[in-house]
């Protein structure tokens, strides 16, 4: 694999050019009260949000675990995370899953506050003052080295009276350009009692449905390379977070675009936009590359690197 040192730009800009895996028709997000997020460019051109930051940032962690096995996919073994087991030992949630990472209640909230408190030993000197973010990035990749890609945001005012954030290092979203409204329907059907009391749930109820076709759909991604070297972090351990964004680029592409059941996304085409001349290492490339990085990146993690939390719920 390539070298993993960072390229000198302020940004690393990837597009991939996305297909329906079958037929046309797509299923684009949706949001309350809002339905389908279609916008108008100047030139009246017809726009569609397929897929939000906040989904996409959601969707590249989901590519780090494995679900069957409650643990990291094997390439990230070593990675630092939090690991939330139940009173009675059995694994409950960890901050690769949790939408706040370390900020999540069941680490920080709960009765056992080992962690909550180590927390607050490590972030102590920034009670008062400037916040410290080179500190606090040293702390966050030494638990939960993957924050500094995702983002965290610790709204607790024992912590340094909530100060503590970094905003996401690697962004993405999706959106699809020349879009036409794709309308269709369908019933629910009784085939007990079709003219059943509907607000119960019986009988046959008629429905009608929005999907989308589109000139083009792309997925863009936004990695801040100026922030991972203001982290001023170890070498080995900036180079590691280059590696795990690509890693997620190259994964979520391969792995995780098929978003709802009628989207159901393909590659068809990936370019660096900037800066000229990177070529991307493949998926495979960074799965037989990322141990050695890892085993690079150790010195800076926790030891052992899963930290363990039980969720006992709070006290009060």
Known sequence: MQ???????????????????QGERFQPTGFPDLGAA??????????LLVESAQSMANRME??????AKKQLVTPLKGVPYVRVNDSDGAYLTSSIEEAHRINSPYILEGADKSFFNTLREEVGVLESGPVDRRLLAKVLAKYDVNALLHGVFLAKKE?????????RALSAFVEARGVRIAASGGVKNDHVNPSGETNKGFGNVP????????????????????????????????????ALALYKIQ?????????????????????????????????????????????EASA???????????????KK
């Open 3 to 21: 070298t993993m040192n960072l390229p000198s730009s302020p940004r690393l800009l990837i597009e991939a050019t996305l297909t329906p895996i």
């Open 38 to 47: 279609t916008y108008t460019l100047s030139d009246g051109t017809e726009m």
């Open 62 to 67: 989901a590519v780090c675990w494995d679900d």
């Open 159 to 167: 912590l340094a009276g909530g100060r503590l954030r970094m905003p």
């Open 207 to 242: 429905f009608h449905r929005d999907e989308y076709t589109a000139e083009s759909i792309t997925a863009y991604f936004n990695l801040d390379l100026t922030q991972l070297r203001a982290y001023g972090l170890p070498e080995p351990v900036t180079r590691l977070l280059y």
């Open 251 to 295: 994964a979520v592409l391969a792995e995780g675009m098929r978003f709802r059941t009628a989207c159901d996304l393909d590659l068809a085409s990936l370019v660096v936009r900037r800066p000229d001349g990177i070529t991307l290492p493949s998926l495979e490339q960074l799965q037989q590359g990322m141990p050695a990085l890892i085993a």
């Open 300 to 314: 800076s993690f926790a030891k052992p690197n899963v930290t363990q939390v039980t969720y006992k719920g709070s």
